[in-house]
C-alpha cells in the first residue's frame, strides 16, 4: 500500500529533517503562542464538528465565492443530508454562537485552532487541508474592536517571532455601500471587457467584486483606472474606517490602504485587512479577516456586529523558520533512563514510574545498545539527565546521574533520586 497521505495534506511527524515545518515541537510552540494571545484578548476556545450543514457555507461565505463555487469537499452522508467538510471556520463559530445563545453571555470572545478543507490546486504555502488559528470577537460594533482583533494578529506573529509583515487595510462599508460600488465597478468594467481575463470575464456577470482579487495582469491594467469602494462609503461607513486608521496610528502600527482588498468570502462589511509576508512567495497571505456585522442574524441568530480573523498555521511556521526562529520543544523529556542490561530493566521501569508520579518528564532508552548513543538520542531529544543503570547500579543503590549540559556527574542513591529533582534546583 502506498504510504502517502492524499493530494494536498502532509503528516506533522516529530522529525522531518527536510520539511521541517511539519515537525511536531514547531506546531506545540505556535499554537501554546496563539493561546497565549487568545487569553491575553479574553478568548476562550470553541471546537466545532468538521462537517457541516452545506447551506451553512452558501449563505455565509457565498454561492459565488471560489472557496463555495469550486473548492469544496461535499458529500452526502448515508442519509443522503449535503455536508461539507469545512472551508473556513467564521461560519461554524456563528452558528455554534447562535446554537449556544453564547450572545447571552457577558462577553462572546472565541477562538479556535483546527484543520480546513479547501479543494485548490496544491503548491507551496497551499493545502487541501490546512491549519488555522481563527477569532470571532462578537457583540460589538465599536471600531476598536476591529483594531483589536487586527492587533492581536500581530501580536501572534510577534510572540513567534516573525519580522517584517505587511498589513493590508480597506473597507467595504455597509452592504448598501457594497452595493453601490458593485454597480460602479460592473459599469466601468464592462466598457473593457474586451480586456478582462477569462476568468473574470465570468466573474463580470457572477460578481464584479471579485475581480479585484485577481492575480492576472490583464486584469490589473484594467482595474487601475477602477472606481475605488473607500470614495462611495456611506457617511457611517467612511467615520467607522477613519477611526480605525487613527487608532492604528495611535498603537503605531503601521498599515497600506489596499482599495483592492475585498476578500473572498461574501460575509465582509467595513473594515477588511491582511497580513502578507514576503518570504511566502506567492501565496503570501499569512492571515486576514475582517468585520461581519451582518452574519448572525442571516444565520439565524440575532443583530449582533462581529469582527475576527484567522491565519494559516502551515504559513505562520514557514514564515518563522525563513527568519531563523528558533522553535524550541515545549517541556522536553527531563531525564533518559539506560537500563544497560537485563537484569537492569526492571529497576529503570520503576524509578521510570516514580518520578513521573511526581511529574518529572521520563523516558526509558530500550533501543541504544551503548552509552554513547544513548546520550546522543538524549541529546537530540534535549533531555536534561542522563541515567545509565547497569549491575554495578543495581548493588551498590546508588546512580551517575549526568547534567548533560554542564557535563557535571551527581552520585545519588535511588531513594533520593525524586527529591534530587523535585527539591532540587535541577527541576
Ligand atoms: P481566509 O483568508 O480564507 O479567511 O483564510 C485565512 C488564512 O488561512 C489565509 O490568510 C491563509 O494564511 C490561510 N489559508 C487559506 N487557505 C489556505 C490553503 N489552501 N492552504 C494554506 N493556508 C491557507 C478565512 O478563512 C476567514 N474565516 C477569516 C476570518 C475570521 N474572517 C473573519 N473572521
Avoid at 112 to 131: K, L, N, S, T
Avoid at 191 to 199: G, I, N, R, T, Y
Wanted: glycine share 6%; charged share 25%.
Amino acid at each position: 500500500m502506498n504510504s502517502s497521505p492524499p493530494k494536498g495534506t502532509y503528516d506533522v511527524i516529530p522529525e522531518n529533517s527536510s520539511m521541517p515545518w511539519r515537525e511536531s515541537d514547531k506546531w506545540d510552540y505556535i499554537e501554546e503562542a496563539a493561546r497565549e494571545c487568545a487569553r491575553l484578548f479574553g478568548c476562550k476556545q470553541i471546537r466545532t464538528p468538521i462537517f457541516e450543514h452545506l447551506e451553512l457555507f452558501t449563505r455565509s461565505v457565498g454561492e459565488s465565492s471560489d472557496i463555495v463555487s469550486k473548492e469544496m469537499y461535499q458529500f452526502e452522508d448515508r442519509s443522503q443530508r449535503k455536508l461539507v467538510l469545512r472551508p473556513e471556520g467564521t461560519a461554524c463559530a456563528v452558528r455554534a454562537a447562535i446554537e449556544g445563545r453564547l450572545y447571552e453571555t457577558p462577553f462572546t470572545r472565541l477562538y479556535y485552532i483546527g484543520p480546513m478543507f479547501r479543494y485548490e490546486r496544491p503548491q507551496a504555502g497551499r493545502f487541501r487541508q490546512h491549519q488555522q488559528l481563527g477569532v470571532e470577537l462578537l457583540g460589538s460594533a465599536h471600531p476598536q474592536v476591529d483594531v483589536e482583533a487586527i492587533q492581536m494578529m500581530l501580536m501572534f506573529f510577534e510572540r513567534v517571532g516573525i519580522p517584517h509583515l505587511t498589513l493590508n487595510i480597506n473597507s467595504l462599508g455597509t452592504k448598501e455601500c457594497q452595493k453601490k460600488y458593485s454597480a460602479a465597478l460592473k459599469t466601468y468594467l464592462e466598457q473593457h471587457a474586451h480586456a478582462l481575463s477569462e476568468d473574470s470575464k465570468r466573474r463580470l456577470i457572477t460578481n464584479p467584486l471579485r475581480i479585484l482579487d485577481s492575480k492576472d495582469i490583464k486584469d490589473h491594467e484594467v482595474l487601475e483606472k477602477a472606481p475605488v469602494i473607500l470614495d462611495l462609503l456611506n457617511e457611517e461607513a467612511a467615520a467607522h474606517f477613519a477611526t480605525v486608521k487613527t487608532l492604528l496610528e495611535k498603537l503605531a502600527i503601521p498599515f497600506v490602504i489596499n482599495t483592492n482588498l475585498v476578500r473572498g468570502l461574501d460575509y465582509y462589511t467595513h473594515t477588511v485587512f491582511e497580513v502578507t509576508s514576503s518570504a511566502l512567495g506567492a501565496q503570501n497571505a499569512i492571515g486576514g479577516g475582517g468585520r461581519y456585522d451582518n452574519l448572525v442574524h442571516e444565520l439565524g441568530g440575532p443583530h449582533l456586529p462581529a469582527v475576527g480573523f484567522a491565519t494559516g498555521l502551515e504559513r505562520v511556521i514557514t514564515t518563522a523558520l525563513a527568519a531563523q526562529v528558533h522553535m524550541p520543544p515545549t517541556d522536553p523529556v527531563h531525564i533518559v533512563l539506560l537500563p544497560m542490561e537485563e537484569s537492569a530493566q526492571e529497576k529503570a521501569f520503576l524509578l521510570a514510574s516514580i518520578l513521573r508520579r511526581a511529574r518529572i518528564r521520563v523516558i526509558i532508552d530500550r533501543k541504544s545498545k551503548k552509552i554513547v548513543d544513548a546520550i546522543h538520542s538524549a541529546l537530540k531529544i534535549q533531555a536534561a539527565f542522563f541515567c545509565p543503570l547497569g549491575s554495578h547500579e543495581l548493588k551498590s543503590g546508588y546512580v551517575k546521574l549526568k547534567n548533560l549540559s554542564t557535563r557535571e556527574e551527581h552520585e545519588i542513591s535511588f531513594e533520593d533520586l525524586k527529591s534530587f529533582f523535585v527539591t532540587g534546583a535541577q527541576k
